[in-house]
């Protein structure tokens, strides 16, 4: 069972409803560097004061920081505003649907570009964050440290990622490493991948990455 959370299509809706770029990118921006416990009330605040990409465009500066108070890194806000006037003004509302598209855009890097590609659009994109990280250095047994694995990583993850659903793959694999692949005391048996994890197979979950 996934994470509950405010910014995903929760079921029955599951399946009939498509994924809101806007929600996404929303989301994503926030938890850049930020717990979702503390992103949950600046989301919900954010919605309800510019509930499109279209109106949070129109914001002022001033605004936009305000609102964002607590969150900290507050380029990030304003990098949110700048790709809202972008998207709105010439993208005409509609975000990019493609990663190489999407990292044009003020304050969406590589990680970002694949979340919203493979979340809102469904591009077989490879979506790679700490849980995912974590995840993958452990189904393989990855000894190499952090940073220097992530080419490694990346390369495992992508062939994994499935052409139906790549939203669905990259948002399990995170909520796998925020749930039951955790950096202390990992839940190996309860995980789904535990028949084909090396680092359990050897019992040294915990020294990886």
């Known amino acids: 069972m996934g994470r509950d959370l ?6 029955p809706a599951r399946g009939a409803e498509k994924p809101d770029p806007y929600k996404v ?3 994503e921006i926030m938890l850049q560097q930020t717990t979702v416990a503390a992103v949950g009330p600046y989301y919900g605040k954010f ?3 510019w509930p499109s990409v279209e ?6 500066e001033e605004d936009v920081l305000h609102a964002w108070a607590g969150l900290g890194y507050y380029a990030r806000g304003r990098n949110l505003l700048k790709c809202a006037r972008i998207i709105a003004k010439i993208f005409g509302g509609e975000f990019p649907r493609t990663e190489k598209e999407l990292k044009t855009l003020p304050g969406i890097g590589d990680y970002t570009a694949a979340a919203i590609a493979a979340i809102a659009f469904g591009e077989k994109a490879t979506v790679v964050d700490g849980n995912v990280e974590r995840v993958t250095s452990r189904l393989y047994a990855i000894a190499t440290p952090l940073p220097k694995s992530k080419a490694r990583i990346k390369k495992e993850v992508a062939r994994w990622v499935p052409a139906s659903r790549p939203g669905d793959f990259a948002q399990a694999m995170m909520d796998l490493g925020a749930t039951i692949c955790l950096a202390r005391n990992p839940r190996c048996l309860s995980c789904p991948l535990k028949e084909v994890c090396m680092a359990r197979a050897k019992g040294t979950a915990e020294s990886y990455p």
């Open 6 to 11: 405010p910014w995903r299509i929760r079921p």
């Open 25 to 27: 990118w929303l989301s």
């Open 47 to 49: 919605l309800k004061a």
């Open 55 to 60: 109106n949070l465009g129109k914001a002022s």
